[in-house]
């Protein structure tokens, strides 16, 4: 108890802490009783639970964020003992980010477990809203979402997932839910994309390459459409042999300005309007959701200034009309391969070297996901990591990136998971 709250009160004389951590057990004594009196705040409430005495110190250290909730009736998400013992890095993230983790943990809404239905996705705005975090404007959000097994899940940034263990507690001001997990900042585009989704390095590269980066990651309310890294590499050639104007007008087709659509909200046949006002065309069948003839492979990965969903293909502002042929198991891409196009899996995946690399290239120390390549040009191929390519490349150093490496492991980790 008292080591854990030296991690949060960071900066306190330790005799001090001593004093602190008494005053957090006090009331937990009260806990033999039954319940707390109805309209209790939250403070109070918390003493009657077990297991939740690293949240309620926060409650402490953070009184000011928590003193006005009372006006507008809100949700507390309150990650137990263990889920802080699990989230070794929340120290760390307290440090860089502290408000913001702490508000990222408030929704604006009171939201009753009870009341999603089964199999619902809802998304719902946190009190954390500061551009220096997020550029989702009304509140950076969480997803919430009913599990047919009936099992309650919020999902955070690097899709970490925390389920809920006690619903519904009242308290004056809205609803407490104890939550398994930490609920994690979504990050920036680059960030995530890098650290935690390493399938999607090519379209981060290509980015790189037309400078389109800081327009995908700082323009608030987005939804991005990201092609997966095979997308790019069936089709390396063509990619790389093309004008980088035109290459610039492909990618920005990749982002629909203005609305966080999250993955259920793409209603079929529906149309949305990307950077340059072309539309994409919205298919669904069955469970499957495709963008024109890409299909959806991993959706509502959240950031800090929207959404993204991997898909399978390229999408073409040129091949606008294409639609999915849904008796196919894998769409066929809408580019076609030019004359040169190297064979197989000779191709190096285009654009991941022009990922620049952060001051001390660190390697996530997540499983590295191995791809065949034949990066000498010998004609051998051997199978090296994805994350080692992205690690060997230039170190330019990437700005702002650092603070976040860590939690981003640590994002891949509990992604993984
Ligand atoms: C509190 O934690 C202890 C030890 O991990 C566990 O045995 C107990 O069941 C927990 N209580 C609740 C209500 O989760
Ligand atoms: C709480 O409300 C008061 C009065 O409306 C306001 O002055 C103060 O800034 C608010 N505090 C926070 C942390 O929002
Ligand atoms: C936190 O919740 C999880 C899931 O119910 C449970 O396994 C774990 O024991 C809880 N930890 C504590 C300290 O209560
Ligand atoms: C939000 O966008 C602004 C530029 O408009 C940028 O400076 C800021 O870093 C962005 N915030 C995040 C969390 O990416
Ligand atoms: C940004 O998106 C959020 C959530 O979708 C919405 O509440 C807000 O109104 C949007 N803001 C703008 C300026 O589009
Ligand atoms: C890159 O894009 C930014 C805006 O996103 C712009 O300010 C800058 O001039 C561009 N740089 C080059 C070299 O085109
Ligand atoms: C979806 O839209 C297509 C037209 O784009 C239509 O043919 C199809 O019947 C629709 N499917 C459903 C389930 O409504």
């Known amino acids: 108890m008292i080591g854990l709250s030296s991690q949060i009160v960071f900066g306190l004389p330790r005799a001090l802490l001593a004093i602190v951590a008494i005053l957090a057990c006090a009331p937990t004594s009260a806990s033999a009783q039954s319940s707390p009196q109805p309209g209790a705040d939250l403070r109070t409430v918390l003493a009657y639970e077990q297991n939740v005495s690293t949240f309620s110190q926060i409650v402490k250290d953070y009184a000011n964020l928590f003193t006005n909730l009372t006006t507008s009736g809100v949700t507390v998400l309150v990650p137990n003992d263990s889920a802080f013992r699990r989230f070794g890095r929340w120290h760390d993230m307290l440090k860089s980010k502290s408000v913001a983790a702490v508000k990222y943990h408030i929704l604006q809404n009171t939201l009753s477990v009870k009341s999603v239905i089964k199999g619902d996705s809802i998304f719902a705005p946190t009190k954390l809203s500061d551009r220096a975090f997020t550029n989702v404007t009304g509140g950076q959000q969480l997803i919430i979402t009913k599990q047919p097994s009936n099992e309650v899940v919020f999902t955070s940034g690097y899709a970490t997932r925390g389920t809920v263990v006690v619903e519904d507690l009242e308290f004056y001001g809205g609803l407490i839910q104890i939550i398994d997990s930490v609920m994690m900042v979504p990050e920036r585009l680059e960030t995530t994309l890098r650290d935690a989704y390493p399938d999607s390095t090519a379209f981060l590269g290509a980015l790189y390459a037309t400078n389109l980066t800081s327009e995908f990651a700082n323009t608030p309310n987005v939804t991005i459409f990201a092609p997966h890294n095979a997308a ?29 659509e999250h993955s259920w909200q793409l209603q079929n046949a529906s149309s949305l309007n990307t950077i340059d006002d072309n539309a994409v065309h919205i298919t669904r069948f069955n469970n499957y959701v495709f963008v024109n003839s890409a299909q959806l492979l991993q959706t509502d990965i959240l950031i800090a200034n929207g959404v993204v969903h991997m898909i399978d293909n390229v999408l073409s502002p040129a091949v606008a009309s294409a639609r999915p042929d849904v008796s196919l198991t894998s769409q066929r891409p809408v580019f076609s391969a030019t004359a040169s196009s190297p064979t197989g899996t000779a191709a190096p995946t285009p654009f991941t070297s022009d990922l620049p690399c952060t001051v001390d290239c660190p390697v996530p120390d997540a499983t590295p996901i191995a791809t065949s390549t034949d990066e000498s040009g010998d004609g051998v191929v051997r199978t090296t990591s994805s994350r080692g390519n992205v690690a060997a490349a230039r170190c330019t150093g990437l700005p702002g990136a650092g603070v976040g490496l860590g939690l981003a492991a640590m994002g891949a980790v509990m992604a993984a998971l």
């Open 232 to 260: 790019f590499w069936q089709m390396a050639r063509t990619f790389l042999n093309m004008e980088k104007a035109e290459l610039k007008r492909i990618l920005r087709y990749h982002m629909v300005p203005r609305r966080v």
